[in-house]
Nanobody
Framework: QVQLVESGGGLVQAGGSLRLSCVASGRTFSSYDMGWFRQAPGKERDFVAAIMWSGSSTYYADSVKGRFTISRDNAKNTVYLQMNNLKPEDTAVYYC????????????????WGQGTQVTVSS
């Protein structure tokens, strides 16, 4: 059983920054690609960013390109999401997840999920 625990969310003003962390249990973290998704109230869970197991490739939603950076530290079983120049429309619960399927962008291709961390950006 894999457990994912996110942290680092909070309330920030527009233009500010936050760094989210996601710590995974288990010994196989370094073998899996990881992703971040977000869900705003009343909306579907949307892809934000993903990173390959080696860290060699990263993928981003168009809405966050140039502002967010995903990274990982396999020695610490941790994946990060650095969020800069935050906007009110970034307000959502952010989830990390482990990719099991073939597609980086679709939530159904991820099998384990964290409980989420709230990010609120005020204008």
């Amino acid at each position: 059983q894999v457990q994912l625990v996110e942290s680092g969310g909070g309330l920030v003003q527009a233009g500010g920054s936050l760094r989210l962390s996601c710590v995974a249990s288990g010994r196989t973290f370094s073998s899996y690609d990881m992703g971040w998704f977000r869900q705003a109230p009343g909306k579907e869970r949307d892809f934000v960013a993903a990173i390959m197991w080696s860290g060699s490739s990263t993928y981003y939603a168009d809405s966050v390109k140039g502002r967010f950076t995903i990274s990982r530290d396999n020695a610490k079983n941790t994946v990060y999401l650095q969020m800069n120049n935050l906007k009110p429309e970034d307000t959502a619960v952010y989830y990390c997840a482990r990719r099991q399927g073939s597609n980086f962008y679709l939530s159904r291709h991820y099998d384990y999920w964290g409980q989420g961390t709230q990010v609120t950006v005020s204008s």
